[in-house]
């Protein structure tokens, strides 16, 4: 499975400072040492004009030239630097290679950063520069009509389950149609001031791990009928877990478990490619967060290993015929419904 990293990059914060940028060194070393079926890459750039597909013009030139305001760089939650603007724009690179991995045939790809959804086209949020997942999946449907003439656009589902609602991606897409944008949240956390998605679950404080699930379950049931995706852009926050310090969920390492393996197989049943990036983790002990995200890993790497079964079958022409035909689907993705079994 294929990952794409942008740790190198670390922004001079001040002492104190409450983002734990740390996590990606670490989660980039224990995939190292753990997994080594993860294929890890440094992540490129995105260009100005990719990043243009969402960002106005003049906050795109104003991270690049360190003309932020001071009032945008308190918005944002970071000091402009030169890596600050090198690392938003890796950041976005990743999900996009991410994305395009999975929809190469790998089915299954990701960013160990990334889910920056507090970004809106004209100003940063959040700890959020530019919005990955919007850009990502803009960038994705233009190619794919470059690549196919005819026929529909590309429809890509937003699975936002990082603790905080993913209000600058919801603004982004508020008149698409193409993209559906799902975000399962905490009602009284960030932001205070939400943007509709197209379905969006609030969560009481202190909510644990079968009503989360439950959520889970029926905001996926809602997209099932109203939506058929050909890319899945999956926000996999270790934010819900009950350890961490801005959070105010109560969901454990199973049920955070348990929401990855949901959400993935919701995507394997109709052969939807899924591009995953980390999103929010602000543990009182970083590694409660990096652990979170191991598990992700371990998910991801048992659903790639079935897509990679999938496509080696198909090469040796033995795939079922059921298989193949959702293979063969373009346009509109079909496939059965399993329950969840832990």
């Given at each position: 499975m294929h990952a794409y990293y942008a740790d190198h990059f670390v922004l001079p914060l001040p002492s104190g400072h409450r983002f734990p940028m740390a996590k990606y060194a670490r989660l980039r070393e224990r995939l190292e040492a753990e997994l080594p079926?993860?294929?890890?890459?440094?992540a490129?750039?995105?260009?100005?004009?990719?990043l243009a597909l969402v960002h106005t013009p003049g906050y795109i030139d104003a991270v690049a030239q360190g003309r932020l305001t001071a009032a945008a760089q308190r918005e944002i939650?970071?000091?402009w630097s030169p890596a600050m603007a090198e690392r938003a724009r890796r950041s976005v690179g990743a999900t996009v290679q991410a994305c395009r991995t999975a929809m190469g045939g790998a089915g299954l790809a990701a960013n160990l950063a990334g889910g920056t959804h507090?970004?809106?086209?004209?100003k940063g949020s959040g700890f959020c520069v530019f919005n990955d997942a919007a850009v990502a999946a803009r960038l994705m449907q233009a190619e794919h009509a470059r690549r196919h003439r005819t026929g529909g656009a590309l429809r890509v589902a937003i699975i936002d389950l990082d603790v905080h609602q993913g209000n600058g991606t919801a603004r982004v897409f508020a008149d698409d149609d193409t993209v559906f944008t799902l975000s399962l949240h905490g009602a009284k956390n960030f932001p205070f001031r939400k943007e509709p998605s197209d379905l969006d679950v609030e969560l009481p404080d202190g909510c644990e791990d079968v009503a989360y699930l439950e959520?889970?379950?029926?905001?996926?049931?809602e997209l099932q009928r109203r939506f058929e995706p050909g890319l899945v852009i999956y926000l996999a926050g270790a934010d819900p877990h009950e350890g961490d310090r801005l959070g105010r969920l109560k969901i454990s390492y199973d049920g955070l478990e348990a929401r990855d393996r949901r959400v993935m197989d919701w995507a394997w049943q109709r052969q939807v490619p899924l591009a995953f990036a980390m999103a929010g983790g602000?543990?009182?002990?970083?590694?409660?967060?990096?652990?979170?995200?191991?598990?992700?890993?371990?998910?991801a790497l048992d659903y790639h290993r079935r897509w990679q079964a999938r496509r080696t079958a198909a090469a040796s022409g033995h795939?079922?015929?059921?298989?193949?035909?959702l293979a063969d689907a373009t346009e509109t993705r079909?496939?059965?419904?399993?329950?969840f079994a832990p």
């Open positions: 079926e993860v294929h890890l890459h440094e490129l750039a995105a260009s100005a004009g990719e939650g970071f000091p507090h970004a809106y086209a004209d959520a889970l379950e029926q905001a996926l049931d602000y543990g009182h002990d970083l590694d409660s967060t990096v652990q979170v995200q191991m598990n992700t890993y371990r998910t795939m079922p015929a059921q298989t193949q035909r079909t496939g059965g419904w399993q329950n």
